[in-house]
């Protein structure tokens, strides 16, 4: 991984938000393991930034979401990087508890293909 350098530092404004005002969020630990997939609007990313714990917009509440607020499973951001068109971000973070809703580390535990479920418990089909 490559150090940073102010020069690679990007405006907040320079962001390319969605025709929806929002922003798709990858969020990982610092272990690198993906825990979720969320939105940012920018009054979310601007909260984020200030307090240093994830905010996300819920698209389907239509409402800002303070990760971890009811749940206690905060996530507290090490790194915001942005991509190469400035229209998404990664967010690397020192998790508290579990990030999905579900119960489980992360929100991507279901396998496509076979259609196991190791953070359930569930088999997969036999044979798979």
Do not use: N
Request: a negative charge; one cysteine or more; charged letters at 25%.
């Amino acid at each position: 991984m490559t150090t940073p350098t102010p020069s690679d530092a990007v405006d907040p404004a320079s962001l390319r938000f969605g025709p929806d005002g929002l922003l798709p969020a990858v969020v990982r630990d610092v272990d690198g393991d993906v825990l979720m997939l969320a939105y940012m609007d920018r009054e979310a990313l601007a909260r984020t930034l200030a307090d240093g714990t994830t905010v996300f917009y819920s698209r389907s509440r239509q409402e800002l979401w303070p990760k971890g607020a009811t749940s206690g499973h905060v996530q507290r951001v090490v790194d915001v990087r942005v991509d190469c068109d400035a229209d998404a971000l990664l967010v690397t973070v020192e998790q508290t508890g579990v990030a999905c809703h579900t119960g489980a580390r992360s929100c991507f535990h279901r396998d496509l293909a076979s259609g196991r479920d190791p953070a359930a418990g569930v088999p997969g089909p036999p044979g798979s």
